[in-house]
């Protein structure tokens, strides 16, 4: 069955970067939407970037407005992987990120988590001021 599987997670400081993966198996990543969630304690997911298909041709993306200008999303269909590079950190940022890939309707909002089929158990991301 198919797995995602995110790293990359891990603490550092306000100002730093990260650069999380999500690798999949028994999946095709550059044929499906994949987008990266998060979640911390006390609050909703937040959607907080999505990538379309490979095939679409348009490798359009969409951000969450609270990382806009800050994180990228991208893909590398070699490796059957999607990154999630994220600069100017802030303790905000601070929480479990997941990623998620399989769309159960194409209608949904693509940072939608009620969206996405499969899920990783995600990576925990720490920001100190």
């Known amino acids: 069955s198919a797995q995602l599987v995110e790293s990359g997670g891990g603490s550092v400081q306000a100002g730093g970067s990260l650069r999380l993966s999500c690798e999949a198996s028994?999946?095709?990543?550059?044929?499906?939407?994949v987008a990266w969630f998060r979640q911390s304690s006390g609050k909703e997911r937040e959607g907080v970037a999505s990538i379309s298909p490979t095939i679409s041709a348009r490798n359009n993306v969409k951000y969450g407005d609270s990382v806009k200008g800050r994180f990228t999303i991208s893909r590398d269909d070699n490796n059957n992987a999607v990154y999630l590079q994220m600069d100017s950190l802030n303790p905000e940022d601070t929480a479990m990120y997941s990623c998620?890939?399989?769309?159960?309707?194409?209608?949904?909002?693509?940072?939608?988590?009620?969206?996405?089929?499969?899920w990783g158990r995600g990576t925990q991301v720490t920001v100190s001021s």
């Open positions: 028994a999946y095709s990543l550059r044929y499906n939407f």
């Open positions: 998620a890939a399989g769309s159960k309707s194409l209608a949904m909002d693509v940072l939608d988590p009620n969206r996405y089929i499969y």
